[in-house]
């Protein structure tokens, strides 16, 4: 008669048949084992010895040291990598995963519910708790970053990258590259409530931060924020952390980084793995699923390149300036103390008030302390004082006339700060004369009149409206225009028809 190993079950059985008062023949012969074994579990022999290779386990497990797998495993490295290390050729990962549970089940896991999404329908995204670290090799200055993941909800496929920090730009630009790398947009995003996406939290109504709403708009996704203290919400990011992290601190866990882009090819190099490797219940990858799917049914990415805008609220102060980046940036006089919204792209500033447009500026990066203006924003006094400059009123002289650029020219070599008023009035008196006569026979009295100043070295304001005074009068008197005469005509439609009515009259021969 064959014999079967007196396991626990076994034990168990026979003690309750000898409760039972069952002859110990009969009993062994049942349960296939000798009498002798019965009598010892009868007086109580063998039951140490049962009870004390249960706890143990099967032999695989004496081979292996779980103090070492528990310290691996209380340092965040995922179970299958520590099985890979320690006990693939041993026993497969269900039943390495069931004994650890056995000896330490304090550290058992939780119920787990799936959660079904459709294709295309949600990307949840987060940070990772944990910051990395790179080394600048020449100052030896350790810098940290932090990492941004991204998850798909239908095929789970996973996207990370580290950013030197998670501002509200950081934040967006992650955003686009995670879309461009998954190759479209889902119809919803799930961020957690971190300030950079929600300005307030609210379990109903958040209030989104303006330059994430402003990105969703483009992109044509809806940001729906899990609730604070709920991480349930985003589950799958908060798996997708762990996954991502895991791998990577144990892949690189003996490796030195210096730079962020080597920090940015590890964390390709671990999502890529993951996403390409067989799920082990389901036998197909996430990229399998990704591309069998959800590909097709993410929505398209907008067109060219995608300008990040970073929103702020400023007030104008009382000479008509906003600041932002130690930068002075003009509005209109019209709304000083008000509170306006600057719009803060990459190369230029915009203001708006009440989604009114009330300026545009370019962006300056030199942090100086610069001031650019628009002189249509300023009072007709504080206009004229800024544009009240050498290189303005020269500007000016070029446009009027070739000869008065040249003379201001001259002047500004000779004194520039004690000619600079003198200039001024030269420019005004030489507008009004071309307002009056018209641009050709205006610049040839200008012409005539520089060159007697010239001639009798009397460079004065005054001087020079006497001369076009005089050349204008010439002119007209050439044209033959007379003084005008005034002749009485009467109106027949006043009540008075006899009384005659002023009208006037220009005799011009030349008509």
Known sequence: ????????????????????????IKIAESQKCGERTVRKIRDGVIADAIAGRASRGPLWTEQVDWQVILQDALDGHAFSLIWSEKAVNKVGYKAFLDQFHKKFPQYKKALVIHRFFEPGERCEVDYAGDKLEWIDIE???????????GILGFSQKIYAEATSDQKGDNFVRSHVRMFKFFGGVTRITVPDCLKQGVTRCHRYDPEINRSYRAFAKDFGTVIVPARPRKPKDKALVEGAVKIIMRL???????????????????????????????????????????????SAALLPMPSGDYEVAEFKTVSIYDDCYVRFDRTHYSAPHQYRGCKVELKIAEKTIEIYLDSERLALHRRSRRAVGEFITDPSHLPDNARAYHEATPQNVLSQARFLSADLALLVDEMFKENM???????????????????????????????KAIAEMRRFNKIRVPYLEDLLARYRTEHLQKRGVDKMKISRRPNPNLRHTQSPQLELVVNNPNQ
């Open 1 to 24: 008669m064959s014999r079967k190993e007196l396991t626990m079950d076994r034990f168990g059985e026979i003690k309750r048949q000898l409760d039972l008062k069952i002859p110990i």
């Open 139 to 149: 100052t030896g200055e350790v810098f940290e970053v932090v990492v941004f993941i």
């Open 248 to 294: 990577f601190r144990w892949k690189f866990r003996r490796h030195t980084f210096t730079s962020l882009k080597e920090i940015n090819d590890g964390l390709a190099i671990c999502y890529h793995q993951v996403n390409n490797r067989p799920h082990t219940r389901f036998k197909i990858s996430r990229e399998m699923s990704f591309l069998g799917k959800e």
């Open 417 to 447: 700060c004690g000619h600079l008023r003198r200039a001024q009035g030269l420019v005004r008196v030489s507008r009004a004369e071309i307002e009056k006569l018209g641009a050709e026979q205006a610049r040839l009295n200008l012409t």
